[in-house]
Each structure stands twice: as structure tokens, then as C-alpha cells.
């Protein structure tokens, strides 16, 4: 008797272990978003600068401006057709279809904010996504007495190599790291014992 409960126990145990890994199967959803570039491919292009565009080389013809600031920036001026899509929601569905659209429809996309660095996340994401139809204004925009200015930007260039800014800083110690710093002699401070002084006075 014990013997056939312990055996209905385990096929129950398994008949419902199954069900939850058919379960599991059923309900799995692929992830909407899966990157397609790796960090590596990311940085080797932000060295070059190739992302960055004046407006000047902006072909409106083929070109699709995004603003990536907030909604309230967006409403009290920006670039003429622009688009609103702040930088928290570029990973929306509705942003997402947006950008297939214009990818399918070979139109180039250009991010811009109140300077370039604001619209750095907005293009890393897409581009690590696999969107290689985008790039970034190479501009900074201010509202200036209610009129929407739009002037150059100078984007620092990025160091690529830091052993190399450590040997120009040092040349004489370039093979090392360890001798980078100036070694500093320990100050000794002598403490003078105070002499006891005789007790004086008497009768």
C-alpha cells in the first residue's frame, strides 16, 4: 500500500513539473529589443567622430530630425519638422515602429538636444540595436529672447589611448606605471625630553 502511494506521489510530482515547464514554454516572450552591436563597436565609432553632423550638411530631403528633450523644451521652440521623441522614451513600441519606418524607407535620422551630449544616449541606443542610419547634430540649440538659436559645437575629442597620456606626462619612467609618482622623503621630528628640575628652597 505504501508502496503504490509513494509511486502515485512522484507521477504526480512529474505530471505537474512538466505542465509548468510546457507552461513556461507557452507564455516565454522573445525580448522586444536585442542588441546587435557590441560595446567594442560602439566605442570604435565614437573615437572617430563619423556619428556627428553640422546642420549645415543636413539634407532635409532625406533627413528626419528627432528632439530628444523633454516635451515642455520641445513645446516652447525647436527646429522646424522636427519630431519630439525625449530620450526615456526611445525604447517605446510607438518610437520603435517610428524608427523602422524611416529605416525601411532609407531616410537618415539625426538626434538633437540642447548640445550634442544630450543626444549621445538616444543615438548609443539605437545604434547598438543595429540602427545604422542615425547620427547626431553637431550643434548647440538655446531659446534666446524667444528666437531658437542653433550654433556650432566643439565636441572634444576623445583620448584613446591613457598609457600614452601617462608617458607624455613622465617620459623618463614611461615603461612603468609604479614609478609615476614622485617618491617623498619622511620628515623625522626629534622630540627634546624636558629636564627634571631639582626642587629647590629649604629652611
Not at 121 to 126: E, F, N, Q, R
Not at 182 to 186: R, Y
Given at each position: 500500500?505504501?508502496?503504490l502511494?509513494?509511486t ?6 512529474t505530471?505537474l513539473?512538466i505542465?509548468?515547464?510546457?507552461i513556461g514554454i507557452l507564455?516565454?516572450k522573445?525580448?522586444?529589443n536585442v542588441?546587435?552591436k ?7 565609432i565614437?573615437g572617430t567622430?563619423?556619428?556627428?553632423v553640422?546642420i ?5 530631403t532625406?533627413?528626419?530630425?528627432i528632439?530628444?528633450?523633454d516635451?515642455?523644451?520641445y513645446?516652447?521652440s525647436h ?5 519630439n521623441?525625449?530620450t ?9 515602429s517610428?524608427f523602422?519606418e524611416l529605416?525601411d524607407?532609407?531616410?537618415?535620422i539625426?538626434?538633437y ?6 543626444a549621445n ?6 545604434y547598438?540595436l ?7 547634430l ?5 531659446l ?5 538659436k542653433?550654433t556650432?559645437?566643439?565636441v ?6 591613457y598609457m600614452?597620456v601617462?608617458k607624455?606626462g613622465n617620459p623618463?619612467?614611461?615603461n612603468?606605471?609604479?614609478?609615476m609618482a ?5 620628515k623625522?621630528?626629534?622630540i627634546?625630553k624636558?629636564k627634571?628640575r ?6
Open positions: 500500500m505504501k508502496e502511494e509513494k502515485q506521489r512522484i507521477s504526480i510530482s505530471v513539473f505542465l509548468v515547464i510546457i507564455t516565454f522573445k525580448p522586444t542588441y546587435e557590441s560595446a567594442k563597436d560602439t566605442l570604435a565614437l567622430q563619423e556619428y556627428l553640422p549645415s550638411e543636413v539634407d532635409p532625406n533627413t528626419v530630425l528632439d530628444v528633450r516635451k515642455f523644451e513645446s516652447k527646429i522646424d519638422n522636427a519630431y521623441i525625449p526615456a522614451d526611445i525604447l517605446k513600441e510607438t518610437s520603435i517610428i523602422e529605416k524607407a532609407g531616410k537618415d539625426v538626434f538636444g540642447k548640445n550634442p551630449d544630450e544616449s538616444a543615438w548609443m541606443i539605437l547598438q543595429g540602427y545604422e542610419n542615425i547620427k547626431i553637431n550643434n548647440q540649440t538655446e534666446v529672447d524667444n528666437n531658437f542653433i556650432p559645437y566643439d572634444k575629442q576623445p583620448i584613446p589611448d600614452d601617462f607624455k623618463e619612467n614611461s612603468g606605471l609604479e614609478h614622485p617618491e617623498t622623503t619622511k623625522v621630528i626629534v627634546k624636558k627634571k631639582k626642587p629647590e628652597g629649604g629652611c
